[in-house]
């Protein structure tokens, strides 16, 4: 499987974005997150090409908790880009990248009242409430700031994706979101309402993450739409934005069939624009919120090949092989956290057959699989393991765990390569260790 600009270059060695992997590991160390930066900007160009063809006036987020640092935020900004921030960490992130704040969508289901105060502080253009308590501290944040902020309500539309249970969020029994049905989006668009210094934009849901089947989408666009002519009907207040999330799914092993970001697109909007005609509302701006599809694709782990260790097989006959790299559970939590599948392989040895099997382990103390299964070129010690689609929530989710430092980023196009995120150093794993 080869994703992106990567190729296999003469000598057998993976290249992305023009460079050779080889080179990379040994001028940047591994384990090694390397970014296809060709592939993120065909990614957002993908989105806003779509966007402008299918409907018109819409925006794409870039949902910044799949992959967020500086240089990041600052390419998002380049290719025009709102931005989907989630935290004040991702906030400062953004501020730091100097991102403009009107194109910044604040999401999260708890908000702390310090990033409420940061959010109106920096001029956010959307405050997504997602609970009464924060409609009430927000608003009073704003009014003693003697400013009016602009606020989307996150709502449940109360729509099963039939994804993994931990990035399902569109379905009545979750903690994301004011329920249509029982009631309560209605009360959270007449408390917001209620204030003079909170200006309701519009209306928001995500229905979940990593979904091949368009249904979920399909069924959420004539809820939201419902529920706008509803709103308008009730208040008169007539809701300018609809924000449908992210959630378009990416291949991680060959066997993956994601929909392209084109059809993805256009099942949205179609789905919107049906809404609208069937309630006669007017057509609001659209927003879509992408992160795993514009990054996941476009990101390799490298690791070196350390152990390759043989075990008898209880089950059946015959030996299997451990096959054990320099990074881990730290680096990648995902299989872990999600039983989530990988494809890997020996980036120096592309040419090579893939007859040898192996379980791709960790280097943490516990079972720390990468992959349970998988057919590889023989692998040596120092040879490179190079494990694809590794670009959405993995940098972001990574930990110290072992006291392992965290992994360089680093960006590759058009055959240069630029470092994005230093390597940790020993130095800063105790550096806020009192001493
Ligand atoms: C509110 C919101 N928007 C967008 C996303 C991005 O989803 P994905 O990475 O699946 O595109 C998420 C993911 O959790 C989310 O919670």
Redesign the pocket.
């Known amino acids: 499987m080869l994703l992106g600009t990567q190729k296999i270059n003469d000598k057998g060695h993976l290249m992305i974005g023009g460079c050779d992997v080889a080179d990379l590991a040994a001028e940047y160390g591994t384990p090694l997150y390397v970014m296809d930066e060709e592939e993120i900007i065909a990614k957002c160009r993908a989105y806003r090409s779509a966007l402008a063809n299918y409907y018109g006036r819409a925006h794409a987020a870039y ?1 910044s ?2 992959f967020c640092t500086v240089g990041m935020c600052k390419l998002m900004n380049e290719e025009g880009m709102y931005l ?1 921030v ?1 935290s004040a960490g991702e906030l400062y992130t953004a501020k730091v990248a100097e991102f403009p704040s009107e194109r910044i969508i604040f ?1 999260g289901n708890n908000k702390s009242r310090f990033e409420l105060e940061m959010a109106v502080a920096e001029n956010v253009g959307f405050v997504v409430c997602d609970s009464f308590g924060e409609i009430e501290d927000l608003a009073d944040i704003a009014a003693k700031a003697g400013k009016v902020q602009g606020v989307m309500l996150r709502v449940n539309p109360g729509v099963d994706p039939h994804t993994h249970s931990l ?1 399902r ?1 569109g379905q009545e029994d979750s903690k994301f979101g004011f329920n249509i049905h029982i009631g309560l989006a209605m009360k959270a668009v007449k408390a917001v309402l209620s204030h003079d210094s909170l200006n309701l934009l519009g209306l ?1 849901c ?1 229905v979940g ?2 979904l091949f089947e368009p249904t979920p989408f399909v069924q959420a666009a004539p809820i939201m739409t419902e529920f706008i002519k509803t709103v308008t009907a009730e208040t008169g207040k007539v809701i300018e934005h609809l924000d449908m ?4 799914g990416v291949r991680y092993v060959e066997s993956d069939n994601p929909l392209s970001v084109g059809e993805f697109v256009k099942l949205i909007c179609d789905g919107v624009k049906a809404g609208v005609e069937a309630t006669g509302i007017k057509m609001p701006t659209l927003l879509l ?5 514009i990054v996941g694709e476009a990101g390799t782990t490298l690791y070196t090949v350390g152990a390759v260790k043989e075990v008898p097989v209880v089950e059946e006959p015959g030996r299997k092989y451990y096959l054990s790299v320099d990074g881990g559970l730290s680096d990648n939590p995902r299989p872990s956290l999600y039983d989530a599948v990988y494809t890997a392989e020996i980036a120096n040895k592309m040419n090579e057959a893939a007859d040898c099997v192996y379980t791709v382990s960790g280097k943490h103390c516990e079972t720390d699989t990468l992959i349970p299964k998988t057919n590889l070129q023989k692998a040596e010690r120092g040879d490179i393991l190079a494990v694809l689609t590794t670009g ?1 929530y993995n940098f972001a989710m990574a930990s110290n765990y072992n006291r392992l430092p965290r992994p360089a980023v680093v960006f590759v196009s058009w055959g240069k390569s630029r470092i994005d995120v230093k390597r940790q150093t020993l130095e800063d794993l105790v550096l806020w260790d009192v001493k």
């Open positions: 949902a908790k799949a989907d989630a999401h990035i969020t928001h995500h993450s990593q999330g992210g959630g378009l919120e992408p992160g795993r599809s959405a």
